[in-house]
C-alpha cells in the first residue's frame, strides 16, 4: 500500500520577532504554509531561542513520517534534538497506521488507501521518511529552573482545571498556558481563559494557525477526500501528535520565568489495554499522553541540560474521580469546563452540544457524582436523550470505566447496562501511572484524593490488588 504523498517536506528557518515566530512549510518545493505563534510578551532574547524556534516549527512534521520520502530541516539540529524527532516519529508513524487505518473506520480516508486489515505488514507501519538537517550543532542550556514553579497546559477541561485548583491549593506558584488555535477549539477554553486571565496573574495565551497548518497538509494529501473539511468526526483525520507541539510552544515561557514543571492533564489509562496489533507497537492515539511520553521528553530536557519535569498530577485517578474532585471540590472552577468537540456561541456564553463522545462522557460523570450538568450549560435534553445517545456512539473510556459509571447511573434509574468495578474510584500505582513521574514534593496530593477515592490500588499478576499503607506512608507529606 502506497501512502507516499509527498516527495519532501521543507521547513525553513524560523523567523524570530519580538513576541512571534514563524516559517514556510514547503510541500514537493510547490504549496507552502506560513506556521506562526504569537505571544504575549518578549521572547527574542530568551536563552537558546534560536533551537526553542527550530524544535517547536519541527515538532508538527512528527505527524507526516509516514507519507513523506525526506523531510529536510533548513537549520542546525543537535544530535539530541534529531533523535527527539526520529524516535517519536517512528512511535507516531505505527500509531497512526493502527488508529487512522487499520483500528478504526476512519470517514476521512478514501477506500482504496485502506490497507487489508487480515493482512497486515508491519513495514507499513513505519516511518518513511529520511530526516535530513542543515547542520549538526552542540546545544546545551544553561539557565536555573524552580521546582515550586508549575505551568499548566491549560483549556476548558477537567483535567487542567482540576491541576491547577490542586497546586494553587497547595501553595505553587501556577501559570497557566493557554494555547489559541485559530479555529473552533478555543470555544472549549475560552470561559476558562476569561476566568484565569482576570484573577491568576501568571496567566498566558499564545496564539498560533497551527490548526489551518493541519488542514493544509490535508488538503494535499492523496488519500484524504477532497471535502475532507464538511465531513464532522469524533476524531482527528490523521495527526497523533498533538500535545508536542503544545509543549514546545510553551517553553521558551518555561525557560524565561524559571519554571521546574509542566503539566499535562494527563489522566489515568488502563494498564491492561493490549498494546500490539497484529505485531504493531502502539498507544490507541494517545501516546503524547502516556507515562512513556513523560519519560522521554524528561530524558530529552535532561540530555540538554533543561532542568524543568514533565508530568501529570492527575494520572493516578480515573476521569470519573477527576471529575468528582473539580466539581465538589472547586466549584468555581467547575463551572468553567467546556469539554466537548463542537462547542457554540449562546447568549454571550460557550455551550457544549451535548451529544458528541466527550460531552456524553462529561454527562455522565457529572451524574453519577450526584452532579447538575446544567451548571456546566447542558440542556434538560442533553439528560434526557443521555441513554438514546449513547446507544449511537462509542464513549473514549475505558472499558472498566465505561461499565462501572453505566452501573452507578443504572442505580439512579438510567436503562444502561454495567457493571462494578471497584478500582475505577480509587487511586491507581502502577506503570500506566507510575509514581515516581509525580516529583516527592507534589505528593502530598494524595492526601487530597484520600476524600473522594475508596483506597489505593496496583496492579499485580493480571488483577488490581489494594495498597492498604499507602496513605501511612504520607503522613509526614502533611508538614
Not at 505528593?443 to 499507602?470: C, S, T, W
Amino acid at each position: 500500500m502506497d501512502l507516499i504523498t509527498f516527495s519532501e517536506i521543507k521547513i525553513n528557518k524560523p523567523v524570530i520577532e519580538k513576541n512571534k515566530i514563524s516559517t514556510d512549510i514547503i510541500l514537493n518545493n510547490k504549496e507552502s504554509f506560513k506556521l506562526k505563534f504569537t505571544y504575549q510578551e518578549n521572547i527574542e532574547d530568551i536563552p537558546g531561542i534560536e533551537n526553542l524556534a527550530n524544535m517547536l516549527v519541527s515538532s508538527p512534521i512528527i505527524n507526516y513520517g509516514l507519507f513523506t520520502e525526506k523531510i529536510y530541516f533548513d537549520f542546525p539540529l543537535s544530535k539530541e534534538d534529531i533523535e527527539y524527532i526520529k524516535h517519536n516519529m517512528d512511535i507516531i508513524s505505527a500509531d497512526i497506521y493502527v488508529n487512522r487505518f487499520l483500528r478504526v473506520n476512519n470517514p476521512y480516508i478514501i477506500e482504496k488507501y485502506l490497507p487489508n486489515k487480515d493482512h497486515v505488514n508491519i513495514e507499513d507501519s513505519k516511518t518513511k521518511a529520511k530526516i535530513e538537517v542543515e547542520s549538526i550543532e552542540d546545544f546545551k542550556f544553561d539557565i536555573k529552573t524552580d521546582e515550586k514553579k508549575v505551568a499548566i497546559l491549560s483549556s476548558g477541561g477537567k483535567e487542567s482545571l482540576l491541576t491547577y485548583g490542586l497546586l494553587n491549593e497547595m501553595g505553587f506558584e501556577t501559570h497557566p498556558m493557554f494555547f489559541n488555535e485559530s479555529g473552533g477549539h478555543w470555544k472549549t477554553a475560552l470561559p476558562s481563559y476569561r476566568y484565569f486571565s482576570k484573577n491568576v496573574k501568571n496567566t498566558s495565551k499564545v496564539w498560533s494557525n497551527l490548526d489551518r497548518f493541519y488542514l493544509f497538509m490535508l488538503d494535499n494529501m492523496k488519500f484524504i477526500k477532497k471535502n475532507h473539511r464538511r465531513i464532522w468526526s469524533d476524531n482527528y483525520p490523521i495527526r497523533l501528535f498533538i500535545f508536542g507541539p503544545y509543549i514546545f510552544t510553551f517553553l521558551p515561557l518555561a525557560i524565561k520565568r524559571g519554571i521546574g514543571n509542566i503539566l499535562l492533564g494527563s489522566e489515568y489509562d488502563d494498564v491492561r489495554a493490549e498494546k500490539y496489533y497484529q505485531g504493531i507497537r502502539h498507544y490507541y492515539g494517545i501516546y503524547d499522553q502516556s507515562a512513556d511520553f513523560d519519560y522521554y521528553n524528561n530524558g530529552y530536557f535532561k540530555s540538554k541540560n533543561l532542568n524543568i519535569k514533565q508530568w501529570s498530577i492527575v494520572r493516578p485517578i480515573t476521569g470519573l474521580v477527576v471529575e468528582r474532585i473539580l466539581m465538589k471540590r472547586y466549584n468555581n472552577l467547575y463551572k468553567l469546563q467546556r469539554s466537548c468537540h463542537s462547542c457554540h456561541y449562546e447568549n454571550n456564553d460557550v455551550y457544549p452540544c451535548g451529544k458528541c463522545s466527550k460531552c456524553l462522557g462529561i454527562i455522565s460523570f457529572i451524574l453519577a457524582n450526584d452532579g447538575d450538568p446544567r451548571d456546566i450549560n447542558y440542556k434538560d435534553e442533553h439528560i434526557e436523550n443521555l441513554e438514546n445517545n449513547i446507544s449511537k456512539t462509542i464513549l473514549k473510556l475505558d472499558q472498566d470505566e465505561k461499565e462501572h459509571v453505566f452501573y452507578i447511573l443504572s442505580k439512579k434509574g438510567f436503562k444502561l447496562e454495567g457493571k462494578e468495578h471497584d478500582h475505577v474510584e480509587k487511586i491507581h500505582i502502577d506503570e500506566s501511572s507510575p509514581l515516581d513521574l509525580i516529583p516527592e514534593n507534589f505528593r502530598k496530593v494524595f492526601l487530597i484524593y484520600k476524600d473522594y477515592v475508596k483506597g489505593v490500588v496496583k496492579y499485580e499478576n493480571g488483577d488490581f490488588v489494594d495498597v492498604n499503607d499507602f496513605f501511612d506512608k504520607l503522613i509526614q507529606l502533611k508538614q
